[in-house]
């Protein structure tokens, strides 16, 4: 099997591209912030004070993060006041390139240095997540993966960073 064949299958019995729920406690993994880049080389520091914000961490390779993109575009479109990021992990510039052009993302296209492996060190493990940040800088939810009860997920996350909503709603 050529090699890229051979990391796409490794990614995908990994969970890589994820179905699911998770866990509450599994917010408390993910590491913010955390430094990506713009396609020009500039560099953005992904948390700390700032807008409200929702960060999508993707693949082009992710089947499911094409279709989740899609339902927080349509959220963001009734949040206007939430910056948003998407944060590629893809260490495959053309593959990355190719896709921007063809469907552009919801947010502010960037790149995570390191790809797959610099996104598991920060406790991003499967893709699509995304999460949901606070004007502090503070992680107010994260909902990983493509399920039917996405869009209510996220706009439920995005009114807690923007604080129209309390913590246990």
Do not use: K, N
């Not at 990994?14 to 912030?33: I, Y």
């Not at 919801?106 to 060190?121: N, S």
């Amino acid at each position: 099997m050529p090699r890229p064949l051979l990391a796409l299958a490794a990614l995908a019995a990994s969970g890589a591209c994820a179905h699911r729920a998770v866990p509450p406690s599994w917010a408390a993994r993910a590491e913010l912030p955390f430094v990506a880049l713009t396609l020009d080389g500039e560099r953005v520091v992904v948390g700390g004070p700032g807008p409200p914000r929702l960060v999508e961490v993707w693949a082009t390779w992710c089947a499911p993060c094409g279709p989740a993109a899609e339902r927080a575009r349509a959220v963001l479109a009734r949040h206007p006041r939430v910056a948003a990021y998407a944060v590629s992990v893809d260490e495959d510039r053309a593959a990355l390139e190719q896709r921007l052009a063809e469907r552009p993302p919801p947010g502010r296209p960037l790149v995570l240095p390191g790809g797959p492996a610099a996104a598991a060190r920060r406790g991003l493990r499967d893709f699509p997540t995304f999460l949901a940040l606070d004007a502090r800088g503070r992680l107010v939810g994260v909902e990983v993966g493509l399920s039917p009860g996405l869009g209510p997920r996220l706009d439920r996350m995005l009114r807690h960073a923007e604080g129209l909503v309390g913590e246990g709603e």
